[in-house]
C-alpha cells in the first residue's frame, strides 16, 4: 500500500505546477508517508481498524491516503487563499497511536486563516 501511494505522489508532483511541488519527494515522504506508518505499524493499528465494515487494509489506505494528500496540497491552499502555507494548521484528532483516530468525524482536518481574521475549517 505505501508503494503504491509513493508510485503516486511521485506521479503528481511531476504534472503539478511547479509551485505546488514538493522541492523533495523523499523528505515528504518520509514525513507524511513513512514516520506516520512506521507509528501506526509500531502501535499495533492495522489489524483493530474498522470502519463501516471495510477490510483494515482499506481503511489504512483511505486514511493514509488523505493524510499523505493534504500536507500535499497545503502549499496550494496557501496559494489560492494567499495565505502563507506555515499558517494553515492541521487540527484534526489524529493520534496514530489508537485505532479512534481513524473513524470518520466531522472534524475539519484544516483552518486556514483568512484576511478577514475568520478561519476556514477544511474537510478534505
Known sequence: MNVRLKEIVE??????HRSVQQESVSKFLNS?????????????????LNNLGRRPEQVFF?????????NYFIKALGIIFVVDPSQIAVI???DLKT??????????DLEIPM????????YP
Open 32 to 48: 507524511h508517508l513513512y514516520r506516520p506508518y512506521q507509528t501506526i505499524r509500531q502501535n499495533d493499528i492495522i489489524p483493530k
Open 92 to 94: 484534526g484528532d489524529d
Open 11 to 16: 506521479s503528481v508532483n511531476k504534472v503539478v
Open 115 to 122: 484576511k478577514t481574521g475568520r478561519r476556514l475549517r477544511a
Open 62 to 70: 483511505s486514511w493514509m491516503r488523505g493524510h499523505v494528500f493534504t
Open 99 to 108: 485505532p479512534e483516530t481513524f473513524k470518520k468525524t466531522p472534524k475539519a
